[in-house]
């Protein structure tokens, strides 16, 4: 079977994104087919497989997995990533769209130029705060600058959920973490029931914080959007800094702004198209 696809990237967190009404992969198969397709020497390439399908609840819906074939909930990067997609192909005409992950609806605002969409701002929800809904497993009601023990060393250790699960920890320098080392080391940690995904952040004012992530079934990535919008939470409630914060990382900088009036959390940031291709599927 014949897919066409396209690669896409938002601050290098790239995906392979697939029109889900065109092109029918059978359910069960997907797990190993998103497996294959994102393999960087044997497949496309990329964090993992996004298809994009008719909704009923929303404008259209974000079906994501991961690059190991888990299925992921929430991807702020790849959902700006739809947005450019169904606009650019004129699968929709509006500038203010919705999109549904995992049951979640989020709403996004689409600036185009030129007649292409080139930045996505996204409503990505109220962040939770909660242990038992994270899922983290704590006595205390919330994680908040929690010491843990971990890879050897001890970390100020905040917990939030953008729809999925993520650790912030504090590092004096990302950069020279040795990711690969400590990042498994939290995704696949007993008080995570459903895994983590960890941002190492560096604050460098009170505007501005350095962030790496290792994402849970992907390893480290360029960027996470949901991991960035954790990552300004966790540095509001601690006081390290404001609520209009430039998140840099590794494959650029992300907008995340906290509103205090009505506690949602929007991303601002860009939308690229990598390339497109028909790849050829077998079981």
């Not at 242990?131 to 006595?139: G, H, K, R, T």
């Not at 320098?173 to 190492?200: A, C, W, Y």
């Not at 900088?253 to 939308?271: K, R």
Request: aromatic share 8%.
């Amino acid at each position: 079977m014949k897919i066409d696809f396209t690669k896409m990237q938002g601050c290098g967190n790239d995906y392979i994104y697939i029109d889900g009404s065109a092109w029918k992969v059978p359910q069960e198969e997907k797990p190993e087919f998103v497996r294959k397709m994102s393999d960087r020497h044997f497949g496309i390439g990329g964090d993992g497989v996004i298809f994009i399908n008719p909704s009923q609840e929303a404008d259209f819906e974000m079906e994501m997995y991961n690059a190991d074939g888990s299925r992921a909930q929430m991807c702020g990067n790849g959902i700006r990533c739809v947005a450019k997609f169904v606009y650019d192909r004129h699968m929709t005409d509006k500038t203010e769209i919705t999109v549904v992950s995992a049951g979640s609806v989020k709403r996004l605002e689409l600036y185009v130029e030129n007649g292409k969409v080139e930045r996505v701002r996204v409503n990505m929800g109220r962040p939770v705060l909660k242990a038992s809904e994270i899922p983290v497993l704590s006595n205390e009601e919330q994680v908040l600058d929690m010491p843990v023990f971990l890879a050897g060393r001890q970390w100020q250790m905040t917990c939030v959920s953008m729809g999925n699960p993520h650790a912030v920890v504090l590092a004096d320098d990302v950069e020279s973490l040795p990711l690969e080392q400590i990042g498994p080391k939290f995704e696949d940690h007993s008080m995570f029931p459903e895994r983590v995904n960890t941002e190492f952040i560096r604050v460098i004012d009170r505007h501005t914080i350095q962030l790496r992530v290792w994402e849970r079934g992907s390893g480290e990535t360029l960027a996470c959007g949901t991991g960035c919008c954790a990552a300004v939470t966790a540095c509001v409630l601690n006081d390290l800094t404001e609520r209009n914060v430039t998140v840099r990382v590794l494959g650029g900088e992300l907008q995340i702004e906290w509103d205090e009036n009505t506690g949602e959390i929007f991303m601002t940031g860009p939308a690229v198209e990598v390339f497109e291709g028909c790849v050829e599927y077998q079981k």
